[in-house]
Structure formats: structure tokens, C-alpha cells
């Protein structure tokens, strides 16, 4: 399922038309796979200048065609990206057959690199993230670190960082959830060699991002990492239904799976015996709030530690249910609801024109937006309009209350079938 799924979308997302299917980011990316290839010094805007590592690679491979070239290398990081995906659920105690399910979903997220990047090839993120899950799962397998693993992980933090700043939370999440065992359970000691290893990855992560500083010729703008968050946090604060609606879209309704779970003493435990997982997904979230204007790509970053814990939420029992029609009742509108919110069956729209500052009203708003002329604002929920949030943000309120009676009607079994 997942290969089909993977080699489905790829070969059916059509690249965007506006600016030569290289808009926005994704220009400074090209310019710089350019001045790679040509052996010019790397010169242009922040802070995309700063992440080197996928530019560099395709400048160096393809300096012929660096448009196919990052269609290649975002496609091979993204799929050691699934792999250590794979991995990091098995870790986390899901079986095979769960783990291949649950990739299979992060497959037909509209932004995992099967569909985004053969719709928007130039862009660094699927290597970022092989970086973030491989060091996650690396962390995950070796609770106490040793010589060896410490420098896996120190080599795998400073190469991530060369490709962008987001690796920094997988260090930063293990050291916090060693320190709150230190304080919180007593089975750590802060002033140990396990504090020591876990800050000197942290350390060399953030070294090898200021290095990248250091690394360019010249960066241009005026950008600068406060404002910028404080603006785009600023805008969330306007507009709160922003976020919101991002976690129904980049996540999915199987978040009131999740929601559900939470509420079982098993589900609890395994947080507080797995707390690196809170701390991520309350990081992630953060980062949301505050990294910029695209929040539905912002929000999605979540996926990977939402995944062990939906598995979770799965894996024990389904709920608890005892009546096979509560569970179709209750399963089979969230699966429905998935599918529409992903647009499982719908290319990303090749637009020609630009149509995030002015994305128009979507025809047919169904838990996403469908519809004759519906265009790529009108599917990205940080630039939609208003207008187009408001009827989403029903449909899903409907969907919670409805979710919500049939749990409570068929949670527990009938007496007639207990006694039976």
C-alpha cells in the first residue's frame, strides 16, 4: 500500500505553472543549486541562504537541470524519510502491519514528499526531515547513550543542520524530557554522563548552525528571526481559527481518536513513560504559532509524533468498544472525513497564476475546499479567506458532536451482550 500510494502520487501531481513551477521560497532555493553549479559564491536572501545542504547536492549532481535535480533528492530523502518513520513506530511498540498503516497515512498527507514535491520540487524540507526522524529514531533505540551512539547522533544533528533549523528540535526534546526525569521520577541524575552526551549533541547541533553563518558570501535582506516571529505570531493571534483548522487539515479527524484515548489511564502512561513525545508536539506546536505564514506545513511537522500515539489509541482495543456497529458508526465518518480533508484522490492544483494573496472563493467547501477554478490559496488554510475557514470550521464542529454521541451511546457494551 505504501509503495503504490508513494509511486501514485508522485507520477500524477502535475508541478505548479506560476513562475516556472519554482515560486516563492523555492526561487532563492534554484538560484542558489545555480551558483553551486556555476562555482560562484552562494549570495542571496535569509535565512534561505543559510541551508546549504539540499542546494549544494542538487548543484553538484544536476548542474544541468536543477529542476529535475531536487524532484530527485527530494524524493530519495523522502523516502528514507518513511523508513525511519517505519522504524521510529516500531520502536515505539506498534506492530508491523500498524507501523506500514500508519505510514501509508503520512504518504497521503498532501504534504509529504510524494505529493509536494512533484508539485513544488524546489524545497528542502523532505531532507530535513530524514535528518529529524532519523536522529528521533536513533534517540528512540538508544535510551542510554553511549560513545558510538552520542556521535551518530552529533553527526546526523550538524549534516541536519546544513539543511535547515528544524533539526534542532530532536536534540533539544530529548534533553528536556532527560531533565524532566531527572526531576520529576528520580531514575536520572542531572550531574551524569547521559546530561553530558545529551548537551554536547545539542551544542555541536547548534555550532553547525552558526557555521552555516560563516559558510556564504553574502546574505541579503532584511529579515530578521524575532520580528519575523513575533509578526507571524501576531497574525495567529488575529485570527486563531488559523490554527485550528490547520490541525483538521495537515492532521486529520483522527485526532478525535486521539482526543478519545486520552481519557484511558493506559493512554496516560504510555505518555508519561514516552514524555519525549509532548514535548515534541508542544514544541512543534509552538514553532507553528511563530515560524511564518505557511501553518498548514508548520502544523503537518507534527505528524511524526502524532503517529505513535494514534497507534497507540488504535492498537488498544479500538476505543474499548464491544459493538461492531459503534465502531462503524463512529470509524467509518472519520475515515470518510480523511480522506476529503487530504484530498486523498486530488492533485495539489497547478496553478498558473498567483493565488495566495488573492485566492478567491472555493465552490464546494466539504471538510476542504473542491469546486470548479478551486485553486492552491483556496486549499491552504493559512490564505484562505475567512469565508472560506468558517463553513470548514462547522462541518468539523458537526463532525466532534457527532463523534462524540455515538462514543457515548456504544462506549460501553449492552447488557444483553454482556450477558451473552
Not at 509503495?3 to 508541478?15: D, F
Not at 552555516?212 to 546574505?219: C, I, K, S
Not at 478551486?374 to 466532534?400: D, H, K, S, W, Y
Amino acid at each position: 500500500m505504501c509503495v503504490v500510494l508513494a509511486v501514485t502520487y508522485t507520477l500524477t501531481q502535475e508541478r505548479i505553472g506560476y513562475e516556472q513551477g519554482r515560486p516563492y521560497d523555492s526561487a532563492v532555493y534554484y538560484q542558489m543549486a545555480g551558483q553551486v553549479a556555476e562555482g560562484t559564491p552562494i549570495a542571496t536572501f535569509k535565512p534561505f541562504v543559510y541551508r546549504l545542504g539540499v542546494p549544494f547536492l542538487v548543484g553538484k549532481l544536476f548542474p544541468d537541470d536543477p529542476m529535475h535535480g531536487y524532484e530527485v533528492v527530494g524524493i530519495v530523502f523522502g523516502v528514507l524519510l518513511v523508513l525511519f518513520l517505519y522504524l521510529l513506530l516500531r520502536a515505539y511498540g506498534l506492530s508491523r502491519a500498524m507501523a506500514g498503516w500508519l505510514v501509508a497515512l503520512y504518504i497521503a498527507n498532501p504534504y509529504s514528499p510524494f505529493r509536494y514535491v512533484p508539485f513544488l520540487p524546489v524545497n528542502v524540507e523532505p531532507a530535513a526531515f530524514a535528518f529529524v526522524l532519523a536522529s528521533f529514531w536513533m534517540f528512540k533505540v538508544n535510551p542510554v547513550l553511549n560513545f558510538r551512539s552520542t556521535a551518530g547522533l552529533v553527526v546526523l544533528g550538524c549534516l541536519g543542520a546544513l539543511v535547515r533549523e528544524v533539526v534542532l528540535v530532536v536534540p533539544l526534546t530529548f534533553l528536556g524530557a532527560h531533565l524532566l526525569r531527572c526531576v520529576g521520577n528520580g531514575d536520572a541524575r542531572l550531574a551524569s554522563r547521559q546530561t553530558a552526551y545529551r548537551m554536547l549533541i545539542l551544542l555541536c547541533t547548534i555550532g553547525s548552525l552558526v557555521a552555516t553563518r560563516y559558510m556564504v558570501h553574502d546574505a541579503m535582506g532584511a529579515y530578521e528571526t524575532l520580528s519575523h516571529m513575533e509578526a507571524s505570531f501576531q497574525r495567529n493571534r488575529q485570527f486563531p481559527e488559523i490554527l485550528l483548522l490547520c490541525l483538521m487539515t495537515a492532521i486529520g479527524p483522527l485526532l478525535f481518536i486521539v482526543a478519545i484515548a486520552l481519557g484511558k489511564g493506559s493512554m496516560r502512561k504510555d505518555l508519561g513513560e514516552h514524555v519525549e513525545l509532548p514535548i515534541f508536539l508542544a514544541g512543534m506546536a509552538v514553532l507553528s504559532a511563530i515560524a511564518g505564514n505557511h501553518t498548514d506545513r508548520f502544523v503537518f511537522w507534527l505528524l511524526p509524533g502524532f503517529l505513535p500515539i494514534l497507534g497507540w489509541a488504535l492498537r488498544d482495543g479500538w476505543l474499548g468498544w464491544k459493538s461492531p456497529t459503534g465502531q462503524a458508526l463512529f470509524y467509518g465518518p472519520v475515515l470518510a472525513a480523511q480522506l476529503l480533508v487530504y484530498r486523498a484522490f486530488v492533485s495539489f492544483p497547478a496553478t498558473e497564476h498567483e493565488t495566495l494573496s488573492q485566492p478567491g472563493q472555493a465552490t464546494l467547501p466539504l471538510f476542504m475546499n473542491y469546486g470548479e477554478g478551486v485553486n492552491l490559496g483556496q486549499v491552504t488554510v493559512a490564505f484562505m479567506t475567512r469565508a472560506n475557514r468558517i463553513p470548514l470550521l462547522i462541518e468539523f464542529g458537526v463532525l466532534a458532536v457527532y463523534l462524540t454521541a455515538v462514543w457515548l451511546c456504544f462506549r460501553k457494551p449492552s447488557t444483553s451482550s454482556a450477558q451473552g
